[in-house]
């Protein structure tokens, strides 16, 4: 069974930085990717970035050159540095995996979410 944990959430003044983390468990999985996404009150979940089994990142236009994703494989970890934050950041944060049973392959993926982590940032 799949099960991912996100922290590191809290509450910074503009400007200031955050590291969220999501750790994931789950024996005989493999993963094909694992992302953030964030949810505003009032809005639809939006994504923020991604990093797939080779390391390459993709990062939602509005975070760019302020967040950076990273991932520890050996603690089947992933991380989201936050800096530069912006009232407009504030959002519960949701960490995404697709994971897989290794033997069935990477065709028979499937979509696993955290329970989330608050950010709040004042102006």
């Known amino acids: 069974q799949v099960r991912l944990v996100e922290s590191g959430g809290g509450s910074v003044q503009a400007g200031g930085s955050l590291r969220l983390s999501c750790a994931a468990s789950?024996?005989?999985?493999?993963?094909?990717?694992m992302s953030w996404y964030r949810q505003a009150p009032g809005k639809e979940r939006e994504f923020v970035s991604t990093?797939?089994?080779?390391?390459?990142?993709r990062y939602a236009n509005s975070v760019s050159g302020r967040f950076t994703l990273s991932q520890d494989n050996a603690k089947n970890t992933m991380y989201l540095q936050m800096n530069s934050l912006k009232p407009e950041d504030t959002a519960m944060y949701y960490c995404?995996?697709?994971?897989?049973?290794?033997?069935?392959?990477?065709?028979?993926?499937?979509?696993?979410w955290g329970q989330g982590t608050q950010v709040t940032v004042s102006s």
């Open positions: 990093i797939d089994g080779n390391g390459r990142t």
């Open positions: 995404k995996s697709a994971r897989y049973v290794c033997w069935e392959g990477p065709g028979a993926r499937r979509d696993y």
């Open positions: 789950g024996s005989h999985y493999c993963t094909y990717d």
